[in-house]
């Protein structure tokens, strides 16, 4: 009798100790678990792209004569109180803490394209992975103003993302020939964002433009 009361004891004894173990565990990979990543809507693969940039005749730039931000109106409501610029920061953002007014009060985020995180969403731009201004040369002065306004606030395509503010004021309105993110290991996700949005809105490329592309897509 007393040999059959020892064996649970023992088996309660024994599952302590491995949920404890787990317990420590799960702790372990939170402590060390990577800044979660921007998520912006997954573009389309690298082969994909490369199939499209064998189909694009390099077309020279307009000019941005009429140009201004204005006529691509931006941030749009999207919900309640919340537009554009807070549903990027919320979606790439951890532990995003929004007030009344949707503004974002306190998070994480993980800026792709130079790596660094931030816990203030005043360090962050919400970048337009093709420039208003770049849209503008490529063909959007001849679009109406509805459809710049779409492009602006674009959520299903991979053209918006939140990234560290002053490094997206570096990239200005310059297209991959001549701008690429800082961070390297971005490279084939950036030009597959970049092919992809531009293949959506039927947007002309320059010839230095295809070429980097072309360049960074045949070492995915």
């Known amino acids: 009798m007393a040999f059959r009361t020892l064996i649970p004891a023992v088996y309660a004894r ?34 994909a792209a490369r199939s499209y940039l064998a189909t694009v005749t390099p077309k020279a730039e307009g000019s941005t004569t009429g140009y201004s931000r204005d006529l691509f109106p931006h941030w749009t409501t999207v919900s309640g109180t919340c537009n554009t610029r807070e549903t990027v920061l919320k979606r790439d953002g951890v532990n995003v803490v929004q007030d009344s007014s949707c503004a974002a009060v306190s998070g994480s985020w993980y800026s792709e394209y130079d790596g660094a995180t ?3 969403a005043s ?9 208003l201004a770049e849209a503008w040369r490529s063909g959007a002065s001849s679009w109406t103003t509805s459809k710049r306004q779409l492009f602006a606030n674009d959520l299903t395509r991979p053209q918006l993302i939140a990234v560290t ?49 072309v360049n960074v897509l045949n070492g995915c």
């Not at 360090?123 to 420039?131: A, G, R, Y």
């Not at 030009?191 to 980097?212: C, F, H, I, P």
């Open 14 to 47: 024994r599952i302590a100790v491995l949920a404890s173990a787990a317990a420590l565990a799960s702790l372990t990979s939170l402590v060390n678990a990577p800044a979660a990543q921007a998520s912006p809507p997954t573009p389309i693969s690298a082969a």
């Open 118 to 120: 931030w816990t203030a």
């Open 123 to 131: 360090d962050l731009d919400i970048d337009h992975v093709v420039p």
């Open 165 to 213: 503010d002053n490094v997206n004021q570096a990239k200005g309105d310059l297209d991959p020939g001549k701008w690429m993110p800082p961070r390297t290991a971005y490279y084939c996700t950036y030009a597959r964002m970049w092919v992809n949005v531009k293949q959506y809105w039927g947007l002309s490329m320059d010839s230095g433009e295809k070429t980097a592309l």
